[in-house]
Every structure is written in C-alpha cells, then in structure tokens.
C-alpha cells in the first residue's frame, strides 16, 4: 500500500508561481516512477510531468518551460511559474507500485486573470 498527500495549492494571479507537493509513504521504493496529472471542469485527467529518475523527466507541452518536477526521496514537487489561468485544475500526485497505480486527494490551483 502506498499513500499520497498532496499539499501547496491555493488562488494566484497569472504569472505567478506555486509549489505543489507530495509526500509518499507505505511500499515505495526511489525507483518508482512518480507523477503529476491534472484536471479541470469537464476534461479528462492528463499528465502534466513525471520523473522517470534523477535525470529522466518528461513533461506536458503546456508545461515545458514553465513548471519542474523534482525528487527527494520520497516527495515529488511541483514548481510552476508563468502560471495561466488554463492551468487552473485540480492536481493530482500518481506512482505505480507491483502494478497498482496510486493516487492523491488533489490539490485545488487556481489562477486568475
């Protein structure tokens, strides 16, 4: 079993910045593959970057340039800046573990214009 809490959302202005967090706990291993997903009203839940390893990271279209993923053993965060208000979702921490992908409560972010 593995556990994830998200933490750090909250309501910006476009073009600032949050940091978004998540901490791990339970069965999981500094080789699991963790990620950030988002969604928003009406769309469907999309990946906006993962970390592969230490230097393996991929990242959305809409989040290159802008947001950064990182690792310390256990938490995953979430930089972003040059926020927009098409970023405004609900975001979701997510790692597979023995086969079982593990999910989040979400974090609100809210960015107005």
């Known amino acids: 079993q593995v556990q994830l809490v998200e933490s750090g959302g909250g309501l910006v202005q476009a073009g600032g910045s949050l940091r978004l967090s998540c901490a791990a706990s339970?069965?999981?291993?500094?080789?699991?593959?963790m990620g950030w997903y988002r969604q928003a009203p009406g769309k469907q839940r999309e990946l906006v970057a993962r970390?592969?390893?230490?230097?393996i990271r991929n990242y959305a279209d809409s989040a290159k340039g802008r947001f950064t993923i990182s690792r310390d053993r256990n938490t995953v965060y979430l930089q972003m800046n040059s926020l927009k208000p098409e970023d405004t979702a609900v975001y979701y921490c997510?790692?597979?573990?023995?086969?079982?992908?593990?999910w989040g409560q979400g974090t609100q972010v809210t960015v107005s214009s």
């Open positions: 339970g069965s999981i291993f500094s080789s699991n593959v």
């Open positions: 997510q790692t597979s573990v023995g086969g079982n992908n593990y």
């Open positions: 970390i592969i390893s230490s230097s």
